[in-house]
């Protein structure tokens, strides 16, 4: 028997000690990949702005006169990653502008780490006015939304229209969203470690992306290099381990865009859609949400998880090129 308990404990200590190595590992080749600023790293031609002295990376289709359109993305995602419904919409006569919003893509990170609501919807905000955009229609997709939805509430005059994509709010929300180990990880080295072997990982971003993906064969190499294209940015292990802790697992309770009553007050027009069978919002956060605002439409994708942009473009580019030509009149 102790001959037993001291192969079993040898082993688990074999496997922690993989582990460390393991985690070490990616973190080292996270730190060897991550040598190039935003401007080297970004592609040829690439588009920057300043908003509240941060250089923000962005991509452009449409003609200079359509009407605007701001498309802004959620996790590990970045402006390219939205060009299977950008391009086609561009081609109907809007203007479509989708920016890289920190701590993901070609955009300079703050200083201070900050990537609650708030300063999200600041960037937002900061961002229309860098392009001396008075009036936009605005799209969001998952996480990026609590941030777009707090810009809206905060200047609502200025939102032609609100589209939103299976976004993350967590509503109804009555306790802090809590993060495994998070006093260990709050610690600098843990949570870059664990960054590394994850969210700034080319392994992962394959296997992420299938996770959100009903149909794998939308999952291709080209789309995967896409996705993983800008972790070779100076930085971005450190900054995506602090956005975890500012921005994912952040205690926005008192949010804008927490509050039931603020989207009963909207008045601007409205498109939810949303994936029926997305799995990391379900449907029913997306009935909730259309529910509570007093314009809104509901348009549900059958067969879709949590990324209807990718998985379906076609659909959600006639969506939302419908929608956007129906209320134009009225906005304009």
């Known amino acids: 028997m102790r001959r037993l308990i001291r192969i079993v404990g040898w082993l688990a200590l074999t496997l922690v000690v ?23 790293a970004a592609p040829a031609g690439a588009l920057f702005v300043t908003v509240n002295g941060l250089k923000i990376h962005y991509q452009v289709w449409g003609p200079q006169d359509g009407p605007p359109l701001l498309l802004f993305h959620g996790t590990a995602s970045w402006a390219e990653t939205y060009r299977d419904i950008a391009a086609p919409l561009g081609e109907q006569g809007f203007r479509v502008i989708a920016p890289d919003m920190p701590p993901f893509g070609y955009s300079e990170r703050p200083a201070d780490q900050d990537y609650s609501r708030a300063a999200h919807a600041r960037r937002v905000l900061g961002f229309a006015d860098a392009l001396g955009l008075r009036h936009f229609s605005v799209g969001v997709h998952s996480y990026g939304g609590g941030g777009v939805i707090e810009a809206a509430f905060s200047a609502p005059a200025r939102i032609d229209a609100l589209i939103l994509l299976d976004v993350a709010l967590g509503l109804g929300r009555t306790e802090a969203p809590a993060l495994p180990f998070a006093s260990f990880l709050n610690s600098d080295w843990p949570r870059q470690l664990l960054t590394a072997s994850t969210f700034t990982n080319p392994l992962m971003v394959g296997p992420g992306l299938h996770s959100f993906i009903e149909n794998d064969d939308v999952v291709t190499a080209e789309r995967i290099a896409i996705y993983a294209r800008p972790l070779n940015v100076e930085g971005t292990t450190n900054a995506v381990g602090h956005w975890l802790f500012t921005g994912l697992f952040n205690d926005e309770r008192k949010s804008l865009a927490a509050n039931p009553a603020n989207y009963r007050t909207f008045t601007p027009p409205v498109l939810v859609i949303w994936g029926r069978q997305d799995t990391t919002t379900p449907l029913q956060q997306g009935e909730e949400i259309a529910s509570l605002f007093p314009h809104a439409e509901l348009a549900v994708l059958d067969g879709v998880n949590h990324i209807p942009q990718v998985e379906r473009p076609h659909d959600v580019v006639r969506l939302m090129a419908n929608f956007l030509k129906r209320i134009s009149p009225a906005t304009r």
């Open 18 to 40: 993989l582990i460390v190595v393991a985690l070490v590992g990616f973190r080292g080749a996270a730190a060897l990949r991550e040598n190039l600023s935003p401007e080297e």
